[in-house]
Antibody, heavy 119, light 104 residues
């Protein structure tokens, strides 16, 4: 069974930074695209970013471009999300997810880590 | 940008009934459409990928159909654990706003 465990969430002031981590296990990490998806309290799902197998290609939702950076360390089976210039509207539960092997969907999800941006 | 619309917003049904959920894209997405179920307090679970393929471990009462701009998720007979929110997703990124299936 695939395991994805997020960490690094917390309370941060507007304008601050956080780095989220996702530890992956029980699958061949280097085979898959990976993604971050967030969910604001009581709201729907919002795809944030994804990254290809070797980390050379990344895509972002417009609202985080220039502020967030997705990366991965294949030697550590880990995915990261560096979040800078945080805004109140970035408050959400952030999920790490694995792309389906055939693409175009997310077949495994972690439990999420909560980011709260507030003064 | 291709926008997804889901209808209805809420579907009130009884256990054993059939549920039909719709997802419409503003432009064609081919068959790059997935469906997820999210129960309260849980992460989403992939149900259907490539519009009509059931994900691993998903019961056969769940089925997906459609291509281009119009897609349907059908739950043939609702079980108690099926009352949840359902999201469609296009091209592996943007999600629709969701349909809540609640108990009538």
């Amino acid at each position: 069974e695939v395991h994805l465990v997020e960490s690094g969430g917390g309370l941060v002031q507007p304008g601050g930074s956080l780095r989220l981590s996702c530890a992956a296990s029980d699958f061949i990490f280097t085979t898959y695209w990976m993604a971050w998806v967030r969910q604001a309290p009581g709201k729907g799902l919002e795809w944030v970013a994804n990254i290809n197998q070797d980390g050379s290609v990344q895509y972002y939702v417009d609202s985080v471009k220039g502020r967030f950076t997705i990366s991965r360390d294949n030697t550590q089976n880990s995915l990261y999300l560096q979040m800078n210039s945080l805004r109140v509207e970035d408050t959400a539960l952030y999920y790490c997810a694995r792309d389906h092997i055939s693409g175009w969907s997310l077949d495994s999800w972690g439990q999420g880590t909560l980011v709260t941006v507030s003064s | 940008e291709i926008v997804l619309t889901q209808s209805p917003g809420t579907l009130s049904l009884s256990p054993g009934e059939r549920a039909t959920l719709s997802c419409r894209a503003s432009q064609s997405v081919g068959t790059h459409l997935a469906w997820y179920q999210q129960r309260p307090g849980q992460p989403p679970r992939l149900l259907i990928y490539h519009a009509s393929n059931r994900a691993t471990g998903i019961p056969d009462r769940f089925s997906g159909s459609g291509s281009g701009t119009d897609f349907t998720l059908t739950i043939s007979r609702l079980e108690p654990e099926d009352f949840a929110v359902y999201y469609c997703q296009r091209n592996g990124n943007r999600f629709g706003p969701g349909t809540k299936v609640d108990i009538k």
